[in-house]
């Protein structure tokens, strides 16, 4: 049986340091009340297990949201949770900043239309590799104030903002017993990390916070992470890899996951971090197990740090996170596809979750345990068959052994259990999901050249498969090494770099004036010495120029500088040090704001020889057309040094091209055992980060003005433009495998009348949305070799293999084939287990037509 699925086209303490839509005027359900007990939270009256997916909606653009919230609800999400963060929305004190990308409401909206709720971590200090953790850098500038301690100048401040943002969610009617789609809050984040050191004034600081965030009104219970001494009424959650047996510090609250980390972050010549989908949902399925309510992905999209919002020391543009959906909004298979089986797995045991006070609890083996939850706890205390036919019965069966399948007896029936796996029993008898067995397809994406042009100069001869071409060549100009205009000042000593910059530009020029005497210089030959400068204390670069040119540079986090240098006698210009400082904040490209569409012309330009050999302390800029089509744009600046980019005004963020160590990479992942960010690292010996995301809705069709500001020197003649999107799907399943997970939503579980074992599993296979299956570049039913990219057919082969899949799947968005003999007409291989491998290539609607299909 083939079945078609056809859907419509178309963080300084700080350790890490109108596109309209439309959104109704609130009322997105009927108010409901959020109240919790031990074992959930109750929704309007219901306890209710909840899967939560994290975005961070700064780190998307608003044109962007919509399909992230989609893509998370067709994963199985329940709630949508984002921090709050404060330096964006109060970049300077008092002037309040909700527009675009910092729309929170607009966000918060969105995520209620969609029918899910919403988990709003304020904060204020959040962390999140966020610049700052999210403080915003004129906190410092208030006299006495300290940081996240029992003080009164920072007490009022962040009383100020958490009361800022909860009577916005109230005048907009964004709690739930307003009809909106808030349901929890967090105040504060893992100060139980920081809290020792603060003695005393810590401890006061915390019930501070707890009584300030309850008497805001906001009519929703609060959360404190990694707070054990959450007092009251405040619910101290868990943030970890894993939390499967975490207990709240009251019998009277529920365990609450809010940070599952289902990836890493990564510094600028760092690996890139994976954590592999099987171990990620052994973590969920154990949390769930074991006792657990609500869980978040940090993160279910990670996205972009845009412009200068990544924080520090060094962490990249990039925030991808291994998530779930990738930086560019696309599913990140099979991680995407292997929770949303497991969500659906998951919801399946809602009823008995919900109904049990507690599970019971089976040992199966010396590393194998079940635990099991009863609608009817009286029935499972008596064990008796009655309650079998009267209450629902879930089970989960933990295999924690990280080496060795297990075979386990479980109510009269064996189970295999794969190592390091869970599986789970909606029936407390047939198997609907097991953690390590992925059945969920896994896309190859591809950076297509040929959807896009290279930017070049217009004599540079382009490929005719380049369907837009640049419409003039790289031009730049250099920026002044020193100080350049009048707005410097002089003063006597140092200052500190954020004192003076506000945080307004990554660069402070400081120079002085040095004089060497004839008997300095007879001094140093005759002695056989240099001067040599000393700065005791540094971070993050630091560029060192004698009479504008440069001699040194330093980078790293708190590093002593020792830099020889080589004076002539008379005067010589030294930026950084001396008796009197001359300091100037920014550079002047910045200040005349040469990258924005309307301000550009203000520089001198000049044309830029192809030829040309790279400078420092350069700005260049190139106008480009937009690839075609609707798929996310990556812009390859692999080519340059480090810096900053824009695209039409709009800062991309920031780019340095540095490469990961060459080791510390597995050749193969394991999954199995304790995950830290170091056990799956990909990418070694290569650029951290090459591509940068360029929101579509950044761009126009034709002549987008790119500029870049390079430190170092680079080759703009090489940066290109490129569409991205997964355009090779692959599936492999055996006909053992479980029969797809909504079959079960027909089914009556009491009764059992439809029985589960009847049922065959299926191969899935979904495009992006816009993107049709154009060819099966293989299948094959029987007992394929080999893995993505790479299949061939084995001994055992039907021959209706690639008609029956393309039959089944060209055309489609996304297709459906059962995993059978009789799906493939006839059994070509008796007594053989047979598998399914499958490669899909899919493309554009827009690039192809789609009359033709
Ligand atoms: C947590 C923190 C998050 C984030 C995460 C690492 O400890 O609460 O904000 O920084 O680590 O990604």
């Not at 608003?62 to 949770?81: R, T, Y």
């Not at 979750?353 to 194998?368: C, E, F, I, N, T």
């Not at 506000?502 to 002695?527: C, G, P, Q």
């Not at 240098?565 to 040469?594: A, C, N, P, R, W």
Request: glycine content about 8%; some cysteine.
């Amino acid at each position: 049986m083939v079945v078609f699925e056809n859907k419509a086209i178309p963080k300084l303490l700080l350790v890490c340091l109108f596109v309209q839509f439309s959104v109704s005027a609130a009322n997105f359900f009927q108010p409901f009340n959020v109240t919790y007990d031990h074992r959930a939270l109750i929704i309007d009256g219901k306890r209710r297990m909840l899967i939560s997916g994290g975005i961070h909606y700064p780190r998307a653009t608003p044109q962007m949201w919509p399909d992230l919230i989609a893509k998370s609800k067709e994963g199985g999400a329940d709630v949508i949770e984002s921090y709050t963060f404060w330096n964006g929305h109060e970049p300077v004190r008092g002037q309040y900043n909700f527009e675009g990308r910092f729309d929170l409401v607009k966000f918060v909206k969105l995520v209620g239309d969609n029918g899910l709720y919403f988990l709003l971590r304020i904060g204020p200090y959040v962390c999140a590799e966020w610049n700052f953790g999210g403080f915003p850098v004129w906190l410092r500038d208030i006299p006495g104030i300290e940081f996240r301690t029992d003080n009164e100048p920072f007490k009022r401040e962040m009383q100020r903002f958490v009361t800022k943002i909860v009577d916005l969610m109230l005048e907009e009617k964004l709690f739930s017993w307003q009809g909106g789609p808030i349901i929890l809050l967090q105040i504060e984040n893992e100060y139980g990390n920081m809290e020792g050191s603060y003695g005393q004034k810590g401890k006061e600081y915390v019930r501070w916070a707890a009584n300030m965030a309850l008497g805001l009104g906001a009519g929703v219970p609060w959360v404190m992470c990694k707070q054990t001494d959450a007092p009251g009424d405040i619910i101290d959650t868990c943030n970890n890899y894993y939390c499967d047996g975490y207990k709240p510090n009251s019998p009277n609250k529920p365990t609450i996951w809010t940070e599952n980390w289902d990836g890493w972050y990564t510094s600028w010549g760092g690996r890139l971090p994976h954590r592999p989908v099987e171990d990620l949902a052994f973590a969920v399925a154990r949390f769930f197990q074991r006792g657990g309510s609500l869980m978040n992905y940090y993160m279910y999209f990670g996205g972009t740090n845009f412009g200068r919002t990544s924080g520090g020391p060094f962490y990249i543009t990039s925030y991808d996170y291994d998530a779930p959906i990738d930086e560019y909004g696309l599913r990140s298979e099979p991680k995407w596809g292997h929770l949303k089986d497991l969500h659906a797995a998951i919801k399946l045991c809602e009823r008995a979750l919900v109904a049990a006070d507690s599970p019971q609890y089976m040992k199966l083996g010396p590393r194998q345990e079940a635990h099991v939850y009863w609608e009817n706890t009286q029935s499972a205390v008596l064990n008796t068959t009655l309650s079998e036919s009267q209450s629902a019965c879930s089970a989960f069966l933990a295999n924690i052994d990280e080496h060795n399948t297990a075979t386990v007896i479980f109510r009269g029936k064996s189970y295999s259990l794969p190592p390091w796996s869970v599986s789970i029993l909606p029936d407390c008898s047939n198997v609907a999901f097991n953690t390590a067995k992925v059945g969920a397809q896994t896309s190859v994406k591809l950076v297509e050249n040929a959807l896009s042009p290279k930017i070049s100069a217009p004599e540079l001869v382009m490929t005719k498969n380049e369907v837009s071409s640049i419409s003039e060549s790289w031009m730049s100009v250099e920026e002044p090494i020193g100080i350049w205009s009048e707005s410097n000042f002089t003063v006597q000593g140092l200052l500190e770099h954020l004192k003076v910059t506000k945080d307004e530009s990554d660069y402070l020029w400081h120079m002085t004036r040095i004089y060497v005497s004839d008997d300095d210089v007879a001094f140093w030959e005759e002695n056989k010495v240099s001067p040599t400068l000393v700065i005791d204390s540094m971070r993050d670069v630091l560029r060192i120029f004698i009479n504008g040119e440069l001699i040194g540079s330093v980078s790293g986090h708190w590093v002593k500088v020792l830099q020889p240098v080589q004076f002539q006698q008379g005067y010589s210009d030294l930026m950084l040090l001396s008796q009197t400082v001359g300091l100037q904040v920014g550079l002047k490209g910045e200040f005349q704001k040469i990258f924005t569409i309307e301000e550009n012309e203000k520089a001198g330009w000049t044309n830029l020889k192809l030829d040309a050999t790279p400078s420092t302390f350069t700005w260049y800029k190139a106008y480009f057309d937009s690839p075609d089509g609707s798929e996310p744009i990556a812009i390859d600046l692999g080519s340059m040094g480090k810096g900053q980019a824009w695209v039409n005004g709009h800062h991309i963020g920031r780019y340095w091209n540095l490469t990961a160590p060459k080791d510390g990479c597995p050749d193969s992942c394991d999954y199995r055992g304790a995950y830290g960010s170091n056990k799956c690292m990909t990418n070694c010996g290569k650029p951290t980060q090459t591509w940068y995301h360029v929101p579509r809705s950044w761009l126009q069709a034709s002549n987008n003005l790119l500029v870049i500001f390079e430190e170092i020197g680079g080759n703009p003649f090489e940066i290109s433009v490129k569409s991205r999107v997964p355009r090779i799907l692959c599936a492999q399943m055996s006909e053992s495998y479980y029969p797809p997970l909504r079959e079960w939503l027909h089914l009556d579980l009491i009764d059992g009348k439809v029985s589960i074992s009847d049922m065959k599993p299926q191969i899935h296979l979904q495009c992006e949305d816009g993107h049709i299956i154009s060819s099966i570049e293989f299948a094959s039913y029987g007992t394929p070799h080999g893995s993505c990219q790479n299949f061939s057919n084995g001994n055992c082969h039907s021959p209706n293999s690639l008609s029956v899949v393309s039959e089944a799947c060209v055309g489609r968005n996304s297709c459906s084939v059962e995993v059978s003999n009789a799906g493939f007409g006839s059994d070509p291989c008796r007594g053989v287990l047979k598998t399914l491998a499958v490669e899909a290539r899919c493309v554009s609607t827009s690039t192809i037509g789609v009359s033709q299909f």
